[in-house]
Every structure is written in structure tokens, then in C-alpha cells.
């Protein structure tokens, strides 16, 4: 479940947000299974399990062994995303692999502000590097 709060007042909207984290943090969260994360103008209550990475991971897990995709594009621009990126950054069969983050979100796994992050974040995977810079 997501609350957005965009079209709030800005400060007022994100108080009520802090206030509502804070609750949903000392109650549901206790409770069960559940994290409750903070994005951009949006708090968001979901299962442990079900996130955009466990996503990516089932349909990439659908392809058979000889289909796998060569390419993967990830794009976002909050931390909700993180997983898919932490996912993507484990697959080794992918030929060629883009992360495009909108805008930076400092608790985020990583933030490319320029070719250089990118080649930081993947020098633990020199093929990719290559392909990145010599794409045919």
C-alpha cells in the first residue's frame, strides 16, 4: 500500500508522513512481515518479500536457460527501487546491463551521476565494462 502526498503541502505533507512511518514502524511492522518505506513524496507499506528485485528476479526466471536476456535497462529514481538494481547486479549471464537513476536519493545503493560511477559500480565486472563502452 502507498500513500502519496505529492499534491500536499510540501512540509506539512512530509510531517504527516514522518508521523505515519513512525506509527506503522511501532505497530503493523511489529506485527507482521511488512517494511515501510519512504520515497519520493510517498510512504509505502509492503511485504518483506515483494519488492521490485523478487520481481525482476521471477521474470527473469521465466525465460529458459538459452532465452535469457543479454540487455537489462534499470531505471529509478527512489529507494523503493533498490532492489531491483541489487538484483540486476547479480546476474551473470546479462551481456550489457544500464542503470538510469532520475534524480539521487542519497540512502540508495548507489547514485550515477556521470560514466565514471557507472564504471565504479561495475568494475567488479569487467565484460560489462567493455561492452558498455564498445557497444557495436
Sequence with gaps: MTWHYRRADPEYGAFQARECQAHLENT???KYEVEVMTGKANLEVRPTFVNKGEIAKKLVGE???DEKP???LCMGDDTTDEGM???SLS???VFFVVFVF???FP???A???DLFSLLSLLSNKPSLITNTLFMR
Excluded: A, G, M, P
Aim: glycine content about 0%; hydrophobic content about 45%.
Design 28 to 30: 503493523v511492522s511489529q
Design 63 to 65: 525465460y529458459k536457460d
Design 70 to 72: 543479454e540487455f537489462i
Design 85 to 87: 538494481f541489487l538484483y
Design 91 to 93: 546476474l551473470t549471464f
Design 102 to 104: 532520475v534524480f539521487c
Design 107 to 109: 540512502s540508495s545503493y
Design 111 to 113: 547514485f550515477l551521476s
